[in-house]
């Protein structure tokens, strides 16, 4: 089993830095595909794969971005890898996506075609159709990079990136914000690091992805706790992440990338 893991001997500024980076920077390209996509996109047959959907190349650019990043500060990340956790991290993954796909899988299995609204949309009962879509490229080869590199942004880089700072650094941080928050221990529970962090996960997703994001982050908080294992959270969201890229190219379901 793992020990609880600290860094009391590291620079706390550079242990933020490592934690908070890479997700800042993935962050910001999601800002910048949102200004320069709206200015640059032309959703016409005859544009550009570029024009038609900017993610297409936006998105490789943060994922080789962000994976430097992570890269760079590797030495300062501390997972405390066990197969036991790991393996109920991957039992997690697969029951927390299934509760995030449920709605939409609803909407297809109750026959509803267009728009839902109301309690339906806000749950996500909804088509989900409209999004990423490597479909785009008729060449094997570009709709095979176009996935694979999608694969590896959502199962390697998102995964890393936002259990490093959700886990690794914002639970601590609420424990001890006016002192040496890297002294706390890693998964420390307390209510208010659950409804703080776990709120935060909720609001930076879309509405209709809320109450699925609730029930997903309190797992990942409650593994979080019992674990004491930064790895074991990192193979939940890469599980999770990796089973709804599948659930999607199988069904259509571009929306919820």
Same mark, same amino acid.
């Given at each position: ?6 860094? !009391? ?5 550079? +242990?933020?830095? *490592?934690?908070? /980076?890479?997700?800042?920077? %993935?962050? #910001? ?104 879509? !490597? ?5 094997? +080869?570009?709709? *095979?990079?176009? /996935?694979?590199?999608?694969? %590896?942004? #959502? ?103």
């Amino acid at each position: 089993m793992p020990v609880t893991q600290s860094q !009391p001997n590291a620079d706390p500024a550079l +242990l933020t830095r *490592a934690h908070v /980076l890479p997700l800042a920077i %993935f962050m #910001a390209f999601m800002l910048l595909l949102q200004f320069l996509g709206g200015l640059i996109e032309w959703k016409h047959p005859d544009a550009p794969w570029w024009r038609q959907d900017p993610a297409q190349f936006i998105y490789p650019i943060q994922t080789v971005v962000s994976s430097i990043l992570l890269f760079r500060y590797w030495r300062f990340y501390t997972f405390a890898w066990s197969w036991r956790w790991g393996l109920l991290g991957v039992v997690f993954g697969a029951v927390g996506i299934a509760c995030w796909l449920l709605p939409t899988t609803l909407y297809d299995a109750w026959g509803f075609t267009g728009k839902t609204t109301g309690w339906m949309r806000m749950l996500g009962v909804a088509a989900r159709s409209d999004g990423f879509n !490597p479909g785009l490229f008729d060449n094997p +080869l570009a709709y *095979a990079l176009s /996935l694979g590199m999608r694969f %590896f942004r #959502a199962t390697v880089v998102v995964a890393l990136a936002e259990e490093l700072f959700w886990r690794g650094f914002l639970m601590r941080f609420v424990c001890d914000w006016e002192g040496d928050y890297w002294r706390q221990p890693f998964g420390r529970a307390s209510w208010l690091t659950y409804l703080i962090v776990t709120g935060l996960f909720i609001f930076s997703h879309d509405s209709m992805d809320w109450a699925a994001a609730w029930v997903y982050g309190s797992l990942t908080y409650l593994l979080c706790v019992l674990s004491k294992s930064l790895g074991a959270c990192v193979m939940m969201h890469a599980t999770a992440n990796f089973l709804m890229g599948l659930y999607i190219i199988a069904y259509g379901k571009f929306g919820l990338w």
